[in-house]
């Protein structure tokens, strides 16, 4: 699946530009912080194009304006008892619980429709075939199954766990 995917240069400068100005740092400061040097700054500030991207990326990072992932692990819970898909597809409730705990409680998601519907949720969110394999294995066996070293993105996170994840 091929999309276009367009970058508007001049309004990523002047965002970071606006941001450096609201967090109130210096040229200095941030070229401190994003580890490039002052010059770097000033060219990325005015709108040259002769910038490495990892300098970029750096100044676009110290600003807070790089989406980062979210580690964790996905816990997964076939539900029973009252549910009412329960039988040979049952639900399944699934959590995500990052790494870096929020301090949180963890938000329950229920997919229902069983299997089917579980791996097409596994798949949105990056999981690879065989660790879906596995963990669907896991859940017919013991009833339930964790996928650790899930690496999901912010918008992945608000979409399924909107309560845990709204300010992510």
């Known amino acids: 699946m091929e ?6 240069w001049a309004e ?3 965002a970071a530009r606006r941001r450096r100005k609201e967090r109130k740092l210096s040229m200095r400061r941030l070229a401190a912080l994003a580890n490039v040097s002052l ?3 000033l060219r990325f500030e005015k709108n040259q194009r002769d910038i490495q991207l990892s300098s970029v990326l750096a100044i676009l990072n110290a600003l807070g ?3 980062k992932k ?3 692990t996905l816990l997964l819970r076939r539900l029973e008892d009252g549910s009412p ?3 040979s597809d049952p639900d399944v409730q699934v959590m995500f619980a990052p790494s870096a705990g929020a301090g949180r409680e963890l938000e329950r998601k229920t997919v229902t429709g069983g299997l089917p519907n579980l791996k097409a949720l596994l798949g949105e969110l990056g999981v690879g075939e065989e660790a879906q394999r596995l963990a669907a294995a896991d859940l017919v066996r013991t009833g339930a199954a964790s996928i650790t ?4 993105s ?3 996170a608000k979409a399924h766990w909107p309560e845990q994840f709204g300010d992510a």
């Open 3 to 8: 999309r276009d995917v367009q970058i508007d």
């Open 12 to 14: 990523i400068v002047e």
């Open 39 to 41: 010059p770097t700054v």
């Open 65 to 67: 304006m790089v989406a």
């Open 70 to 72: 979210i580690e964790g």
């Open 85 to 87: 898909g329960h039988g």
């Open 149 to 152: 070293g899930l690496e999901l």
């Open 154 to 156: 912010g918008r992945h």
